[in-house]
């Protein structure tokens, strides 16, 4: 009997309408264009914008999108992983009120947070369950509304983040398609670089933490980009020699898009060129675990069967990982 690999059957994104330009960012804080492009590669951001307006908002219609797509319905659906570091709210799980607002009345879910990392654990998670025969359709989401938890005064981290949704639906492959390997990562020492402190049960909300901007992200930028660049320049690395693979045989490298410099540090790592590489950053920013899956919705056309993908994330926490993965379509 052939081994059962989870393969991606279809994929979506969505991206909200309003564009926030490095040019209004310079009527908000002491930042300017050439300065954030120079170090970041990010050019524009998109912002969601509305009042009452969340994260499972972002996922609703790229989820409807992909659902049309492979024509099928939101019952089918019998297991959401919703990735996301901005969920609408600390419980209820954004999963179970996106399964409310699509239909999805036949699928449990959960939230699974690993910041930047967050939609390669999430891939991996509901590979197992596909993998054991268990389930025959897992809807995996990587979205999130990052201007909710950004500080606009703060130059360091306001320039880097945007909104915007990915979604995959894993489906079980007998052809050797699919999730081939998955190597994943965390050090919880680098938690005090980049962090939001305040809303958790050790700081929970009160005036003092909203006064000390608590709820916002934090990032100590140096010290991340240093361990980023080399720890997610490896592990891509590593899970290509680990299956043998050559620069020649890897046919697309899809890197999270924090910073230009560590998507670049990444593809010299692996010996890719420039052309094998899916780079959005300039478009979106840093749309923390929808990176991923927007730049296979991005570059979907391009993809062949068979092709040969390297992922790989950096996030906080610290998180890090690489997936190795058969495109199925």
């Given amino acids: 009997m052939s081994k059962i690999h989870a393969a991606i059957t279809a994929v979506n994104g969505y991206v909200p309408d309003y564009i926030l330009t490095n040019k209004e960012l310079e009527s908000m804080v002491d930042t300017n264009d050439e300065w954030i492009v120079s170090r970041t590669g990010i050019k524009e951001r998109r912002i969601l914008k509305g009042e009452g307006k969340a994260t499972s908002d972002l996922a609703v219609p790229a989820v409807q999108g992909l659902l049309k797509k492979r024509g099928i319905s939101a019952e089918e659906i019998e297991l959401i992983v919703f990735c996301t570091s901005t969920?609408?709210?600390?419980?209820?799980a954004t999963?179970?009120?996106?399964?409310?607002?699509?239909?999805?009345?036949?699928?449990?879910?959960?939230?699974?947070?690993?910041?930047?990392?967050?939609f390669l654990f999430g891939l991996?998670?509901?590979?197992?369950?596909?993998?054991?025969g268990k389930h025959q359709k897992v809807l995996v989401v990587g979205a999130d509304k990052m201007s909710a938890v950004v500080n606009y005064k703060d130059r360091n981290t306001c320039i880097l983040f945007g909104d915007g949704c990915g979604c995959v639906l894993l489906e079980p492959n007998e052809e050797g398609l699919g999730l081939q390997d998955a190597l994943l990562k965390t050090d919880g020492s680098g938690g005090q670089f980049l962090n939001i402190k305040g809303g958790g049960s050790l700081n929970p909300a009160s005036y003092a933490t909203v006064d000390a901007g608590l709820h916002y992200a934090y990032q100590e930028g140096r010290t991340v980009f240093k361990f980023a660049v080399t720890n997610m320049a490896n592990v891509a690395a590593e899970v290509m020699e680990r299956n043998n693979l050559t620069s020649e045989d890897v046919d697309w490298l899809v890197p999270h898009q924090a910073n230009k410099r560590i998507i670049d540090a990444t593809a010299e790592r692996a010996g890719l060129p420039e052309e094998k590489v899916m780079v959005n950053i300039q478009k979106y920013g840093n749309t923390t675990s929808a990176t991923i899956p927007m730049c296979l919705w991005e570059w979907e056309s391009k993809l062949k069967k068979g092709d040969?993908?390297?992922?790989a994330a950096f996030g906080g926490g610290f998180t890090w990982g690489s997936i190795y993965l058969k495109w199925a379509y």
């Fill in 124 to 132: 991996n998670t509901a590979a197992q369950f596909i993998e054991s």
């Fill in 308 to 311: 040969n993908l390297i992922l």
């Fill in 95 to 118: 999963a179970n009120i996106l399964a409310d607002k699509i239909g999805a009345v036949n699928a449990w879910g959960f939230d699974l947070q690993a910041a930047c990392s967050g």
């Fill in 87 to 92: 969920p609408d709210m600390l419980f209820p």
